[in-house]
Structures are given as C-alpha cells and as structure tokens.
C-alpha cells in the first residue's frame, strides 16, 4: 500500500508539473499578445506622428484665433492671399479644424470634423464673399457670407472689453 501511495504521489506530482506547464504556456502567450498589442499601438502612434495632421499648422489658443482672424480680415480688405488655420474643441475635447483662405477674390471656408467622436464625420467646404467679426454684449463672433446663406460662424468667444 506504500508503494501505491508514493505512485500515486509521483503521478500527481507529474500531473501537477503538466499543470504547471500549461499554465506557463497560457501565461506565456497572453503575454505575447499584450506584447504585439503594445507594438501595434506603438505603430500607429509613430504612424501619426509621421504624417502632418491638420493641427500641425493651426491656432488653438483663443488669443492666437483672434489675432490671426484679425490679421486674415485685414488682409481680405487689401486683397492680400492669406490663409488662416483654426483648432476649435468639443466639450469633450475633440477636435475640429476650420480653415479659410483667401485667393484675392473669394474665400475658401474648410470644416472638418472627422475627428469629432459625436460628429457626423464630414469636410465641409463653401466658398464665400465676405468676413464680419462684431463684438456684442461681451462676446466676439466672426462671421462668414457664403452665396445664398446669411452667415456661417467660424468662431466665437466670450470675452472683456477693457
């Protein structure tokens, strides 16, 4: 009966190593898969930083909008080609560019919110004769007149008057 019980014991011991073995081996391929799964993203990270996003050449800072707005304005008055970038968030913090630049004649008006994660995932794009910018009851809006539409907001903002 000895013998019996130290077999058993070896044979549960082996069976025990199995198991040892296979949960090594499970271990061992999960982390696998954590591993490419790091690479990918490691991937597509260095993948974004190699191309030129929209926001690589816009203003975001409301200050930066507003000078440059101001200065793409005057230059629209003079017939000066210009062109202005603008990084606007979401309430989420999602992106939106709006982009407007000027040929001397006309103005060419980009709104794309493609990376707006509750947008509709679009570029819109208009041409349009005019920009307004009119301060009223403490805030600051710069408008757009495109063809048959009264007015297009490119940006607004709360702001002091000193």
Do not use: W
């Not at 019996?4 to 044979?11: D, K, Y």
């Not at 190699?50 to 203003?59: C, I, L």
């Not at 004769?129 to 009119?134: A, G, P």
């Not at 048959?148 to 002091?160: F, P």
């Amino acid at each position: 009966m000895l013998v019996l019980l130290l077999t058993g014991c070896a044979e549960s011991t082996e069976e025990g190593a199995d198991r040892s073995k296979d949960q090594e081996n499970v271990k061992t391929e999960q982390e696998d898969k954590e591993t490419d799964s790091k690479d990918e993203k490691s991937a597509e990270s260095s993948a974004d930083t190699n191309t030129k996003e929209p926001e690589d050449k816009a203003v975001e800072k409301p200050v930066e909008i507003i000078e440059e707005l101001d200065d793409f304005i005057q230059n629209v008055q003079q017939g000066t080609i210009d062109e202005v970038n603008i990084v606007r968030r979401t309430t989420e913090g999602d992106p939106i560019f709006i982009d407007l630049s000027f040929n001397g004649e006309e103005i060419n008006y980009k709104h794309d919110n493609r990376r707006d994660k509750l947008g509709n995932g679009q570029i819109t794009t208009k041409t349009c004769q005019s920009i307004d910018k009119e301060e009223q009851d403490g805030t600051l809006a710069y408008q757009l007149t495109c063809g048959h539409e009264r007015s297009v907001e490119v940006y607004q903002t709360a702001y002091n008057k000193y």
